[in-house]
């Protein structure tokens, strides 16, 4: 797969998607990630990206032509996403469709905005992370590359993580410990030491379920069970 980011800030990018797993997908062959300086689009000798808003207002809002050269230089932009406090919420599901794609291109939103017209000629859709403001789309693009990339098949190694095995569908996990047995007075639950593994089953699913109406609890409300319509990972 291949993921494109262009944006104003370039340098945000760097170590984000270079170290950890995404790094080693990369590595892999199995995902391409590009950066596109959108300041290399810039107009004139100043290379000029935004402009005041028609209608008047404060801030500056984001010129069409860098964006469009932008996407022009980009030889299989797939699937275009612009990153926008007015999008529609990213959720889960939005990863897994998204990883499904051979390519796809994020547009980070800056300052007050984006000339309207990106959105009308090349934009497929857009999303934003969650209700607070942020200074641009650059840590929404990397949270939504970094949710996808790692559906990627064989982007987690031989991870356990995407199995199944331990997971409550639609909970929030149960909690984890490791060595040490006791750390600063704190024991781990005896219970995950018995080795009782219909037990440890049930007190894990207990403890989600625990976990989930303290923290979640309109996770619960759909359905009592906890069993939802699956839009977890
Ligand atoms: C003053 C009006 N603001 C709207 C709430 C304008 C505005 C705020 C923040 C315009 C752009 C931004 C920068 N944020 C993003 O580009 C952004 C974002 C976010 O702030 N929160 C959650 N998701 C996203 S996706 C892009």
């Known amino acids: 797969m291949k993921i494109h ?3 104003l800030f370039p340098g945000m990018f760097q170590g984000v998607f270079t170290e950890s797993i995404l790094g080693r997908a990369q590595d892999a062959g199995i995902l391409e990630i590009r950066i596109v300086d959108l300041r290399e689009y810039g107009l004139g000798s100043h290379r000029v990206v935004d402009d005041a808003p028609y209608g008047g207002g404060g801030g500056m809002i984001l010129k069409p032509e860098p964006i469009a050269m932008a996407l022009e230089g980009i030889e299989d932009p797939g699937h275009v996403i612009l990153t926008s406090p007015r999008g529609r919420p990213f959720r889960q599901a939005d ?3 998204l ?8 547009i980070c939103g800056h300052y007050e905005g984006v000339d309207e017209r ?3 000629l090349f934009v497929n859709e857009e999303l934003s992370i969650g209700d607070y403001v942020l200074t641009g789309g650059e840590l929404p693009a990397m949270v939504i590359a970094d949710a996808v990339a790692r559906l990627i098949p064989g982007a987690l190694g031989h991870d356990t993580t995407q199995s199944g095995d331990s997971h409550y569908d639609g909970l929030l996990e149960y909690p984890h410990y490791t060595r040490p047995r006791e750390f600063r007075g704190r024991e781990v ?5 018995s080795g009782n593994h219909e037990q440890i089953r049930d007190w894990r699913a207990r403890q989600a379920l625990r976990k ?3 923290a979640r609890p309109d996770l619960l409300e759909k359905s009592p069970g906890g069993d939802n319509d699956g839009k977890g990972d």
């Open 5 to 7: 980011l262009v944006t």
């Open 95 to 97: 990863a897994r469709r």
């Open 99 to 106: 990883s499904g794609l051979e390519a796809i291109t994020l």
């Open 118 to 120: 990106v959105s009308e």
């Open 189 to 193: 639950p005896p219970v995950l030491l």
């Open 212 to 214: 989930t109406r303290e």
